[in-house]
């Protein structure tokens, strides 16, 4: 039989082939997986509301013998299981969904509906892939335990909330993860692509996700009638400069070969045609990888508006508000060298060499970054999991249709090959760091 491409690499990503690493049998773990994922997709909850998902994830891992403790940094859940002397190796998977009406299609899709915060009725989701990285999470704690004897130490399962709105890592960390639980030696996750086939894995060293921050600014004016402007300070047009100002810190004030955004995606300001307004409120959201750029994006904001103010003829009392919300602020994420090297070559050595892919730093954020950046100064490593249906891959590349990104309504992973992935490239990762 002659095998194509695409059969070839399924084939790879099937549940049936072994893996050269462990001696995986996931077409016997396989369906109560599948099970377990198709539950999570269809009971999404919000972030700091994953109270039964966080218990489903509790059960499972007592169920298999770990000191499990919940509501850690919301709902959060860890699981302890020490397997004699060794190592500390922690694998992380987050758990919340997003508020997102599903448009997949699919049979299974999620129709959950809540009142949100804001009173607001909108549909819950699992659009970037969390109920992927918990089944995955699963299935790897269930294979670790299953092969016991090939590694010795601790194996530290931590599911963390609110990773959508960037306050689930400093919960738990915050509430002593390293000092009332285990403190780590080696940290892993993986994420789901939106742009990477499934059964292939990609990752890449050093930074490969962004720092993030939202930034709110408040123009002030003086405002007036439309038909007297001269008589006014119009916070409008100061909110016009401002916008088009901002843009020069990344052209002209940061290095060309130092990554950052500086977007406006709001800008509300007036109420009537003939009004001039006293305010206009700006949101901006920050993005880099090196921290010395985020504090000089932040400085330059905040130069840079209130010189517009002042040129503007107002004094100082009313020069523009900036408030960084650090609450939601997160680090970029930086995969140790030495660390990830060894997590790809086990990876490698599991699904095949040629399923391993070499990727490129992203704009987005994950709050994984901030276990990497504690005083302990953890190593950490995150890979991508392809999610992507081949067929639906190689149509992409043909045609040149976009595929629908994380966080669309139309994002439906490839299921059945890419949890079997994580758990192999999971599970192989972790023993290869336990035995390293």
């Known amino acids: 039989m002659k095998l194509t491409y695409l059969s070839a690499i399924l084939l790879l990503a099937s549940p049936l082939v072994q893996a050269n690493g462990l001696d995986l049998n996931l077409s016997k773990a396989m369906p109560a997986i599948e099970k377990f994922y198709l539950d999570l997709h269809q009971s999404p909850e919000l972030s700091y509301h994953e109270q039964k998902t966080g218990k489903k994830i509790a059960d499972r891992l007592t169920q298999l013998g770990f000191k499990v403790t919940s509501n850690v940094g919301g709902f959060g859940v860890v699981g302890i299981y020490k397997n004699g002397e060794g190592p500390t190796i922690m694998i992380r998977t987050d758990t919340d969904g997003l508020p997102i009406i599903e448009q997949t299609g699919k049979s299974y899709a999620s129709k959950v509906k809540v009142i949100d915060e804001h009173g607001a009725k909108v549909g819950v989701m699992h659009g970037c892939g969390h109920d992927i990285h918990m089944s995955s999470f699963i299935g790897t704690a269930e294979q670790l335990i299953a092969h016991k004897k090939q590694w010795q130490g601790t194996l530290m399962m931590v599911a963390q909330p609110a990773e959508e709105v960037g306050g689930g890592a400093k919960a738990m960390l915050s509430e002593g993860l390293f000092s009332k639980y285990a403190k780590p030696d080696h940290i892993i996750a993986l ?20 720092s993030v921050d939202s930034v709110d600014i408040t123009i002030k004016g003086k405002g007036g009638h439309g038909a007297y ?12 400069r401002t916008v088009l100002a901002l843009q020069t810190i ?19 300001g007036g109420s009537k045609h003939n009004v001039i307004s006293d305010e206009v409120k700006l949101q901006l959201t920050l993005r880099s990888y090196n921290p010395d750029v985020r504090s000089a994006q932040i400085a330059a904001i905040k130069r840079i508006t209130a010189g517009i103010a002042q040129s503007a003829g107002l004094n100082e009392s009313n020069y523009p508000v900036i408030y960084v919300h650090e609450d939601e602020s997160i680090p970029s994420t930086y995969n140790n060298p030495a660390q990830t090297d060894i997590v790809r070559n086990s990876i490698a050595s599991a699904i095949g060499d040629t399923n391993v892919l070499e990727t490129q730093a992203v704009m ?15 190593p ?28 669309s309504s139309k994002f439906a992973p490839d299921y059945k090959v890419a949890i079997p992935t994580g758990i192999k490239a999971m599970s192989n990762a972790a023993v290869a760091l336990f035995n390293k």
Do not use: C
């Open 191 to 210: 994420h789901v692509s939106a742009s990477v086939p499934a059964g292939k894995v990609s990752m890449k060293n050093e930074y490969t996700m962004a």
């Open 229 to 240: 402007p001269h008589t006014t300070i119009d916070p409008v047009v100061i909110a016009a």
């Open 250 to 268: 990344t052209s002209r004030e940061l290095s060309p070969l130092e990554p950052s955004v500086i977007t406006v995606g709001s800008i509300h």
């Open 364 to 378: 987005a954020g994950e709050d994984f970054g901030l276990y990497g950046r504690t005083d302990e100064n953890i």
């Open 380 to 407: 950490i490593t995150l890979f991508w999991l392809g999610g992507v249906n081949q067929a639906q891959y190689a149509d992409s590349i043909k045609t040149g249709e976009v595929l629908p990104s994380l966080h």
